[in-house]
């Protein structure tokens, strides 16, 4: 919305139109008739949510659209404006305190996103003015500005390159921030700018601002004195977006295009809302039922009032005459009024309290997060984080996690494993002390490819990349390499190489590693050392950049004796068709087997051109070059017409390493009937490799892919191939497969097929935005089975707005199931706001991710116990607690409605006001809260041991409608018995030693006693893990509630003007009748639940734990707050036994 608005603000005018003329240096052009300037947005980020002047109203609004806040705010304002049973304190200040801290909290964390935005804006940045450096404010810039950045300093607008200071007119940036890959990228320059940027005079006409991080279409127009103007196109690989760093360039200048909340950058952000937990929906809906019960007693109190005072003499005795006021008032405001009075007598069956203690519960056990050992990460020095207490239940619920690959599932750290020449398998002999096998002909003497062919297959690895070694050099260290033939052994430096692809830069170390170096490239000319220490010299004349269609990268080089050779690599499906059969056989066992272990393979070919050959290429490349239609298919035809009739020399394996203990946390979150989807911007071969190595995808796995290189056909449009496509995937994993069983994991069904899918981010938008004519919702619906019918799904090539749409639309299907992202980066942050829990990793791609995250752990292991211990155990403790007030409100108000049978409908309360007020405040509410942060039901190392039991507390089991009936029925029961037990007992007229009676007060606090009494030591009953906090707050309420009875009743309060409980207690506890009923009624209210506890034989060997523990105040007072946490005790010798309660 608030795009929008700033969209209509500055610059509603352009978007009537599909493109944007900008002025290079907001000047006018020879040629131009007349120079109207655009309106553009400025450079302002805004993120924030409120203002100084709009934060009361607006904060207010938000926290009386909850249901209960809006109630309770009615009920005060009722016991403030008419005259009822009880004070308007007893509502208004739980009210006032739950707003007040959630006003705070809130208040707060908007302020942290103002002071992040304030840094943004007021960043010091270097504009062109006149061709004189100028410092401004970033939130100055102005589309059209040139503007100035130096080496590591991040762009803060999308800009047009215009100069470098590099002499092949080139720049490296690092996108981290936006797509999570921190490898350098090359971009280039706009060719025929003037190197005196005061002296260029262009226009740039560039397409309307929209999200895609890797589309980008434009033309410049460069003008020049008595010339046709020169037309260039413009593409992504000439824009430098917003967030991105310069690296290794020490210094660009650049137009802006692209500012504020119009960059691409702003446009992928996805603006932080409330989130609500499905234990808060739950809580609505049930405290409508129980609004339900609370009006129906209403009506039918004040309707049997007005039925009994028709009888003659009811209304008006003898002894309660009316006054004349009472006489006057209107008959049907009169009723409102009684129906109003009864509304408050019986308001306490809705737990304004629990609001309260669920606030405390889970600010206060968000902190055991903080607090657990086991999160702390020694190399970073840090814990758990908790950003937004709220959601802790929530981590109890998940049924998606969607998962970033870069820096989340792997450290993007790229590791030469091993490489096959000829068919022979080279491993170093630091890591395989000299073990050489072969996939090839093992029935050859010889166990190694010839000289030659090692040298080719070296030399390509060399040449064939887009790396570069860094200017400022590394310092030097020695690297002994043992070399093929014996012969690689010597001291190398260690270069420090930058690339836009980790692998690239594997390979180049790996050829380091057998004795060729990769030197660096100037001016054209790549130059590398080889195995006998001569420098050898090759000019690059062109490079074929890797496509995702292609899947292949090449380069042609010429040596210094004229040969022109081409190299390329690329995956094996896209060489293998390209090369001679019978080399094809001598790879395929040796790639295979590195795909089935995880490892990231490449084969590598080469091919001599003729002169003929490649004079066409390069007339045909240059000519592609220069095409402002068609750019990109008139490039791929050269490239596939130059790549063909190649030799096959080998195959490298490069493995990404995985986060520690990656797979097996996947393979938890799996057992324990999670569906994991990667989303990644990374390109589809090195995503697939990682899914592999993480379990996610399996030997037997069959992939369905759904990328751009499927929907290539010659005989359909791309959307009628996508819906063919679509329809055949779901025939396969959808109708064709069997029902699954319920409970039963991957392990117990390999005899079904499995299946993987996977996406790219074009095909994405193509499903998500299809052609007018065809069923937008007939894409989704059936990309959307064949995604939940599939082990796992995979989605690469995704700018950070497809992250956050393929989330919404999971978290929107048929169930509205709970959904998980987790990342490390600013990419992912969109996502993450999207998730019902969002979940930040402490990595090394800044803290964008943590900061706008609900939850941040300093691994991606910690998400295991983060779900499977925690999440479970907060969703059980906090659900117990929602369903325990409920019932025990019930039970405290079933008496309140039944006495107004006895009372002639008066709206006489039962209970004293002081036990109104202190019943949920003080009586109750320390044990509840206890329970709910202390609970384990079962011990965490069992929970981390057993991935099944988290299915058990899926899809809000315990906050159904079958339990809440059993919790309802349950609080009538003992209500009922509450009333009429004493009821019986006052039976009898005579219960004192001196024969006096009892009155209706020692009525009310006999049945207020049993209450306080049976519903406490339910709680302990329902206690499986016992502490001494528990102890203290059951024991200790029950004593403080015998203590206040006695000391409210035993002294004359002189600020009272009616002391209703003076001595009523200590008179109720003389009568031995009093103690047998109390006693007795206490035990038949939890007989029940005791025959339930001693009869129900338990699902498992887990399904009940009791502990005893050591004294504790031998140990710490943290120790003492939660001895537990870490496998069933970190300090093991506080455990003394486990058993398991028949």
Sequence with gaps: MLRRRLNQLCGGDEKRVDSRTIYVGRRPCPDTEAFIPSKFCDNRIVSSKYTVWNFLPKNLFEQFRRIANFYFLIIFL?????????????????????????????????????????????????????????????????????????????????????????????????TASLDGESNHKTHYTVPDTEKDLQALSATIECEQPQPDLYKFVGRMHIYKAEQEPAVRSLGPENL???????????????????????????????????????????????????????ISKAVVCTTLKYVWQSKEGQDEPWYNQKTQKEKDTNMYLKMFTDFLSFMVLFNFIIPVSMYVTVEMQKFLGSFFITWDKDFFDPEIQEGALVNTSDLNEELGQVEYVFTDKTGTLTQNNMEFIECCIDGFQYRPR?????????DG???????????????????????????????????????????????????????????????????????????????????????????????EEYKLLHVLNFDPVRRRMSVIVQTKSGETLLFCKGADSSIFPRVKPEEVDRIRLHVERNATEGYRTLCVAYKQLSAEEYAMADAGLKEARLALQDREEKLMAMYNQVETSMSLIGATAVEDRLQEEAAETMEALQGAGIKVWVLTGDKMETAKSTCYACRLFQRGTELLELTVRTLEDARLKREDKLLELLR?????????????????????????????????????????NPPRDTDASLYRSLFLQICQNSTAVLCCRMAPLQKAQIVKMVKCSKGSPITLSIGDGANDVSMILEAHVGIGIKGKEGRQAVRNSDYAIPKLKHLKKLLLAHGHLYYVRIAHLVQYFFYKNLCFILPQFLYQFFCGYSQQPLYDAAYLTMYNICFTSMPILAYSLLEQHISIEILLDNATLYREIAK??????????????????????????????????????????????????????????????KLALDTHHWTWINHFVIWGSLAFYVFFSFFWGGIIWPFLKQQRLYFVFANMLSSVSAWLVIIILILLSLLPEILLVVLRKPRGPHSRQVYFSLPYFLLDFSILLYPSYSPCFTYSSVVLSSYTVS
């Design 956 to 1017: 809000n089991a315990t906050l159904r409608w079958r339990p809440f009936l059993y919790w309802t029925v349950l609080g009538i029961f003992q209500g009922l018995l509450f009333f009429f037990g004493v009821r019986f007992l006052f039976s009898n007229p005579a219960l004192q030693d001196n024969g006096q009676v009892f009155g209706n007060w020692s009525y009310g606090t006999i049945v207020f006693t049993v209450l306080v009494f049976t519903v406490t030591l």
């Design 240 to 294: 430098l977006l917003k967030g991105a760093t310069l690296k290794n360039t020490k210094k660009i200048n650049g137009v802006a295009v692209y500012t504020g909340m119009e960059t691409k950058m702003a446009l992928n952000y996805q603006g932080k809302s409330q989130k609500r937990s499905a234990v808060e929906k739950s809580i609505n809906a049930f405290l409508l039922v129980y609004l339900c019960i609370l």
């Design 78 to 174: 009722v016991q403030v404006i008419v005259d009822t049973p009880t004070s308007p304190v007893t509502s208004g200040l739980p009210l006032f305190f739950v707003i007040t801290v959630t006003a705070i909290k809130q208040g707060y964390e908007d302020w942290l996103r103002h002071k992040a935005d304030y840094e943004v804006n007021k960043y010091p940045v270097t504009v062109l003015e006149d061709g004189r450096p100028v410092k401004k404010e970033s939130e100055r810039i102005k589309v059209g500005d040139v503007v100035e950045v130096v080496e590591d300093e991040i762009f803060p607008c999308d800009l047009i390159l215009l100069q470098s200071s590099r002499e092949d007119d080139t720049c490296f940036v690092t």
């Design 441 to 535: 002909p093992v029935n050859k003497l010889q166990q190694k490819a010839g000289l030659e062919k090692e040298e080719l297959f070296l030399r390509a690895l060399c040449l064939c990349h887009t790396v570069q070694v860094k200017e400022d050099g590394a310092e030097t260290l020695r690297d002994q390499v043992d070399g093929i033939d014996g012969m690689f052994s010597q001291p190398e430096e260690e270069r420090c190489f930058i690339a836009s692809s980790p692998d690239e830069i594997a390979l180049v170390e790996g050829a380091m590693r057998y004795g060729f170096t990769f030197l660096g490239l100037e001016s054209k000319n790549m130059k590398i050392r080889n195995r006998q220490n001569d420098v």
């Design 430 to 438: 630091d890591e395989v002390d000299g073990f050489t096998v072969t």
């Design 728 to 768: 055949d995937y779901h025939r396969r994993a959808v109708l064709d497969a069997p029902p699954i069983k319920a409970g039963v994991t991957r392990s117990w069904s390999t005899a079904n097929q499995e299946y993987g899918f996977i996406i790219d981010g074009a095909t994405l938008s193509l499903l998500m």
